[in-house]
């Protein structure tokens, strides 16, 4: 199975949110299935094979998430943080402050999923394979 330090190494080779498709699919090759990253403070658990999950450990203080989500405002974000713009660090701020607590990528189905604190689905995104 794979391990946290795996995936942080695979992570850390990305500079910005244009290079995510690469990073997803190095960590497919490596048996991830899914996993779910809480904005507050970046924690994401891992699924694999088998039932096999584990997490990693907090990246920054956490972060207050709004209580209400503005979806254009995180598309309009988003949108930038794919195209480079900025860096994780101000996208998870910039969630935060759009009230997104969360996302789930499922590996099978290449979805990412961001969800607001009442567990509404906000936006879901095809995730690009090439």
């Known amino acids: 199975m794979f391990t946290v330090e795996q995936i942080e190494l695979a992570h850390s080779k990305i500079k910005s949110g244009a290079e995510f498709p690469k990073y997803i699919q190095e960590i497919k090759e490596i048996g991830v299935t899914a996993f779910e990253t809480w904005v507050t403070d970046s924690h994401t658990k891992y699924s694999g094979k088998d039932d096999f999950t584990t997490k990693s450990k907090p990246k920054y203080e956490e972060l207050a998430i709004a209580d209400n989500s503005d979806k254009e405002k995180f598309i309009q974000y988003l949108k930038i943080h794919q195209k480079g713009e900025t860096d994780y660090f101000t996208f998870c701020k910039h969630c935060a402050e759009t009230g997104i607590e ?3 990528v499922n590996l099978d ?3 990412c999923i961001y969800y607001d604190k009442t567990k509404n689905e906000i936006l879901v995104e095809i995730i690009p394979t090439t």
């Open 102 to 104: 969360k996302w789930i």
């Open 109 to 111: 189905k290449m979805t």
